[in-house]
């Protein structure tokens, strides 16, 4: 998986995302292995990066007419603080590891169905979508949720792409006279948080079969 690669519309990378949103907000998955990298993630994001730390240093040091090397600047820093201040790896190497845990039991073309059975599985307050008929009661109930909670939620919506109309996932995060989709993978290079007006959402959410699945309160 390419750091500069789009990610956006992917199963098991949009997936992997909420999964470790779940896990930081104190929901732990009943899955062990999955459980174990998103604890590494975790324990890799509390360190401060070699490159926030330097930069700063480097920086208020030219305001003094005074230099340091990376190397110098970090050996002083390891001498005060430790050895395992920094990341030692690259974070998008854990995101990958994470959804490389989750293809090993859920495919990547897996349909609502599917997803829903494996996150239930492994969650107690996982819901498929929300009980509503109407639109306007709809939208009403999930205001609420988000009133609520902080979590996204996940969401299949059409697209037309080469004359044909196809699907894919992507997580809400806000949903009010606008709804942002969240980048389905923060730990890459490429920023693909992006806003669609309420209308525009709730018609191609409609046109893929209203699926959706979120954590209960």
Known sequence: MDKQEAKTGNLTITLATFIYMLHDSGN???DEKIKTVCEKIEETLRRASLR???TPIQETLKKHHLEASDDVIKTFLSSIYGNDIFEPI??????????NAIQESLDVNANIEELYAWLNERYENI?????AAERDDLISSIRKHSFQSSLP?????????????VTHWVMVEKFTDNVICMDPYPWDDIDEEYELPLTDFMVRWELAGRNSIHCGL
Request: hydrophobic residues 45%; charged residues 25%; aromatic residues 6%.
């Open 28 to 30: 732990v998955i009943n």
């Open 52 to 54: 926030s730390a330097i």
């Open 90 to 99: 690259d974070i998008n190497d854990l995101g990958l590891e994470l959804v």
């Open 127 to 131: 819901e498929n979508s929300w009980q």
């Open 153 to 165: 939620w996940l969401a299949q919506i059409a697209e037309r792409t080469d004359n044909k109309l």
